[in-house]
């Protein structure tokens, strides 16, 4: 199975890419000694300045504290110009809450034979909300959008007495929002083999954004096109469909679900 938008964020960690210094730092900026930043106005614009994409989002229980965790360079230390400051900016526009990290890294004089690399480093960006946010959806504004809790809108699949909801979660790198839920044989966590499992995944306004393996046809699903995807030696199918304007996929093993009884377990998938 391959999820589009995964990969950067691994790229940057292990420094196959330049993530480090990916916005123009802003120039006579002071900022402060680490990247937590409280943002009293929360003004109706954002700040200038490129957006540093963000990875993943939070909001306290009491909705007044948006954490943003990120790829970045290393905390700022003023003496280390290989380093990167970063604040936060955050505004609700009525249905979601629009949010903005920007790298205002004061410019500094290149220091002769030093050399930066480009290896990506976990940083967080906290953001101090001036009331109580309770809505699900926060906007990037680098382009994607995300989930904080259950989003409205979500299919229904009626999946088989045994089977247990474990986990469900935002979908990184997504651009309309994606939310995934998976389900165990037995409702034990299951890692690195689809077998016993069952991956739901949905785009709203948008594709799914999920393949399978190299073997694939094409399908219906309650009479609508779909793609079933085959990885043989591993037995995973992944079938990708939509219902409306909601991009869907399953991910399930062929030892669990053969692959009429995987097409009609995506049959079971409604939408209210």
């Given amino acids: 199975m391959r999820i589009e938008g995964r990969l950067l964020a691994v790229a940057c960690l292990v420094g196959l890419v330049g993530c480090a210094n990916a916005t123009e730092p802003s120039v006579g900026s002071t900022p402060g000694p680490s990247a937590s930043v409280e943002n009293p106005e929360n003004a109706a614009e954002p700040p ?132 995934e839920r998976t389900w165990t044989l037995g409702g034990a966590e299951r890692t690195g083999s689809s077998k016993g499992t069952i991956d739901f995944y949905q785009a709203f306004d948008g594709a799914a954004g999920v393949t399978g393996g190299d073997e694939q046809r094409q399908i219906q699903v309650n009479g609508t096109p779909g793609v079933l995807y085959r990885q043989a030696d591993a037995g995973e199918l992944v079938i990708v469909w939509l219902i409306g304007t909601n991009g869907l996929a399953l991910v399930v093993n062929e030892t669990d679900f053969p692959i009429e009884e995987a097409i009609k377990l995506a049959e079971t998938a409604t939408i209210p």
Avoid: M
């Fill in 48 to 179: 200038p300045g490129d957006a540093v994409r963000f990875d993943e989002a939070d909001v306290s229980e009491d909705g007044l504290l948006l954490t943003l965790q990120f790829v970045g360079g290393k905390e700022y230390n003023p003496t280390d110009p290989c380093t990167n400051h970063y604040f936060g900016w955050a505004h609700e526009n009525g249905v979601a809450l629009d949010a903005k990290i920007i790298d205002d890294t004061p410019r500094r004089d290149p220091v002769e034979g030093t050399a930066c690399d480009a290896v990506g480093h976990p940083r967080t960006v906290t953001i101090h909300l001036d009331r109580p946010f309770h809505g699900t959806r926060v906007n990037d504004l680098a382009g994607y959008v995300h989930f904080v809790r259950e989003p409205d809108g979500l299919a229904e699949l009626k999946v088989p007495v045994g089977w247990t909801l474990v986990r469900e979660t935002d979908v990184q790198e997504s651009p309309t929002g994606r939310w």
